[in-house]
């Protein structure tokens, strides 16, 4: 009741009591939800720790693979908050995020190793692609969206269609050089629109949903510089 009602970090307690108090089942499956609290309640470090006892415990346990991407993904949540560009000291910022990004990497490449034909595969490949786009990388962060299949991209995952049409425009150039080149863009063009017009009408209170309606405004307009129209707008977003 107390995750259901974000008290995060008085569930996380409650967990760690019930698991001091309880048998081997209990300690297994209370060290999995005090972890998934922690990292809830933004605590990355404690949550780390909670994992490393169960993954050191529990080494065959069918939870293993949950846990071991909550752990991944603690690495990269902590990259994201220390990746910020406003900071006083930037350049000590810039430098803790690229080594916690570096860290999230080898964590997440890790699941995906272990874990390949699961959904928390599919959650390390798309928070591998969230460390390529950040880097701007987006072509590397397509190929690796592209690996989840459509028809797991719900739930969780939910975002993956966003994140791959905005990375493939992204790729897009500002300009071809010949006719063919052109054609070949305005159709992929035309595919991003499709895309994304999906995913906003499917999902319209979706936190992303905003930022979708503005990259649909976006690829139309390069359309029409490809179909010879107008001039070609930057994109920063």
Known sequence: MQQLDRQYKEAAATYARASAM????????????????????????????VCDQFLAKFPKSELRAEVSERYAENALLAAEGDHDPAAKDGAASGDAAKKRFAEAVTRLSGVVKEFPETTQANLARMGLATVEYQQSHFKEAADLLTKIPESDRVDDLVGVSFMLADCDLRALPDKAEDALTSARVAAELEKIITQLEGYAGSRPNDPDAPQALVRIGYAATKLHVFTGHVNSPGFHA
């Not at 499956?29 to 972890?35: D, F, K, M, T």
């Open 22 to 49: 309880g048998g081997t089942q209990t300690l297994e499956q209370g060290l999995e939800r005090e972890a998934i609290a922690l990292q809830l309640a933004g605590d990355f470090a404690g949550a780390d720790k």
